[in-house]
């Protein structure tokens, strides 16, 4: 299990160690905020497009290779702004990074169910989440102070040998798990199963939650600078956000699997902190970036591990790879869009009602959740 926790760990590092210095040090490629918000929404973009393929792909010729293809692919896309370092290429490297996240992303969540029994897909959840959250943590405060230390160039190199690295302990130690057989599926079949609420909830939750962790981590710092604080001091910020996540998943995981959570309450009390926190991220100052951060944190914490352990469940296991890469088209389309929705709104008027915008959407999360199961009754 622990080079697919690696593998979380590095999007994760990856995605949101940039994010976090873009505003802060790449001047010359980001000149606006809604620049800005291109460049966060462009690796998830591509994620967006990709993702059900290679989970289906997954499906069909086995997680296992598309999970190493995919690593090897992020660490090629890294090393290419580490060579070129011009803002051209800082566009194509995002592109081919998240191009590469698309592929080894839902692989590894796809492994991470097919290798734990159904009984403890909670804590399984929980425990990947860990590490995403480890590589969220560590990717602002660290990203920081390579940035600081040899510009953004330097922080493409390390992911460059991260990938190499996560890419040949998975070739040793991943064992191969072959594909299952599957039955004829056509296209109104997969339409409703992905139009049924069992998939839609935890989806448009896990949506949510990744919407306000991409806006907390791309514009927090924003607000951080702002308040007149530093690129390490942003950094480590909003580094509370994703340790409060890292601390919440693996305890939200195992509630489930014991029974004292259930996936309806956890799911909303999730996006409602969420929504709080982006409350307080429209207070001026470092008290409303650490609070803001803070709430985020565990509503995403909540979220995270209970939306896929609900999907791994409700899925046929010869599915898995799709059900997950459609599932991650959800998460990124909340990616990529948070961001864009708060900078559209900000670039109208100012940040803070950005925030507030998309916390209005997530406290309305729950009614639309309830309004969708009593349809299906």
């Known amino acids: 299990m622990l080079p697919l926790y690696a593998a979380g760990f590095t999007t994760a590092f990856g995605a949101h160690g940039i994010a976090a210095n873009l505003g802060a040090d790449s001047a010359d490629a980001v000149t606006s905020l809604l620049v800005l918000g291109g460049l966060l929404a462009l690796y998830d973009g591509a994620e967006v497009v990709l993702k059900p393929v290679f989970g289906t792909i997954a499906d069909r010729i086995g997680a296992r290779p598309v999970l190493l293809g995919g690593l090897v692919a992020f660490a090629v896309a890294s090393a290419l702004y580490a060579l070129a370092d011009s803002p051209g290429w800082l566009w194509a490297a995002r592109l081919g990074q998240g191009a590469a996240a698309s ?18 897909q909670g804590r399984a959840f929980g425990s990947y989440g860990f590490y995403k959250s480890v590589g969220y943590t560590l990717g602002p405060l660290l990203g920081g102070v390579l940035v600081w230390a040899g510009g953004l160039r330097l922080l493409f190199t390390v992911l460059a040998v991260l990938g190499t690295a996560v ?7 991943v064992p191969v798990v072959p594909p299952l057989p599957r039955a004829r599926q056509t296209v109104l079949d997969l339409a409703r199963r992905l139009a049924d609420p069992v998939f839609l909830i935890p989806t448009a939750a896990l949506a949510g939650a990744t919407a306000a962790l ?3 981590v ?8 702002v308040a007149g604080l530093g690129t390490v001091a942003t950094g480590a910020a909003v580094s509370v956000l994703a340790a409060c996540a890292a601390v919440v998943q693996p305890r939200a995981g195992r509630a489930l699997d014991a029974g004292r959570l259930t996936v309806r309450g956890g799911l909303s009390a999730g996006l409602l902190l969420a929504a709080a926190g ?15 951060a803070a709430l985020i944190g565990v509503g995403t914490g909540l979220i995270t591990p209970l939306g896929f352990a609900a999907l791994a469940s409700s899925t046929p296991r010869e599915r898995l790879g799709q059900t997950m890469g459609a599932a991650e088209l959800g998460r990124e389309l909340g990616d990529a869009g948070g961001p864009l ?3 559209g709104v900000a670039a ?15 406290a309305c999360g729950p009614v639309l959740a309830v309004g969708l199961l009593r349809s299906r009754r």
């Not at 592929?103 to 159904?118: G, H, I, K, M, T």
């Not at 982006?278 to 803001?292: I, K, R």
Request: charged content about 5%.
């Open 348 to 362: 109208a008027a100012t940040l803070t009602y950005g925030y507030g915008v998309l916390a209005v959407l997530l």
């Open 218 to 225: 791309g514009f927090l710092p924003v607000s951080g600078a």
């Open 167 to 173: 890419a040949v302990w998975a070739l040793i130690a």
């Open 341 to 343: 929705l708060v900078a």
């Open 278 to 292: 982006l409350g307080c991220a429209m207070l001026p100052g470092l008290a409303g970036v650490l609070l803001g």
């Open 214 to 216: 991409s806006v907390g």
């Open 103 to 120: 592929a080894f992303s839902p692989a590894a969540s796809a492994l991470v169910s097919r290798l734990n029994p159904a009984a403890k």
